[in-house]
Nanobody, 122 residues
């Protein structure tokens, strides 16, 4: 009933840029996604938060990506983007789109995409 599809991953040299996109579709009437975000997981490491954004546009970033990444969303098109600049090898990971679904005052679930690979070479 909720599907998130990431796109835009790839391989880039250090200092380069990539833009990731997440398209959200749902058949659940009345559901809203007040909080959405991007997470990433590198080999052998736990999944970590990269950036979050609310429907009102409030953003929060991990210290490691501040001033380099920009998160945005279009609430009418149900699309969330992550503009990544000045990429570093340590940014290499699988990036996942996340959306927290609510209906009224009820929390429904956390929904995840399948991930898109970002590889940054030195």
């Amino acid at each position: 009933q909720v599907e998130l599809v990431e796109s835009g991953g790839g391989s880039v040299q250090a200092g380069g840029s990539l833009t990731l996109s997440c398209a959200v579709s749902t058949s659940i009437f009345g559901i809203i996604f007040n909080a959405m975000g991007w997470y990433r997981q590198a080999p052998g490491k736990q999944r970590e938060l990269v950036a979050t954004i609310t429907r009102g546009g409030y953003t929060n970033y991990a210290d490691s990506v501040k001033d380099r990444f920009t998160i945005s969303r279009d609430n009418t098109k149900n699309i969330m983007d992550l503009q990544m600049n000045s990429l570093k090898p340590e940014d290499t990971a699988v990036y996942y789109c996340n959306a927290k679904g609510t209906r009224g005052s009820t929390y429904l679930d956390d929904y995840w995409g399948q991930g898109t690979q970002v590889t940054v070479s030195s």
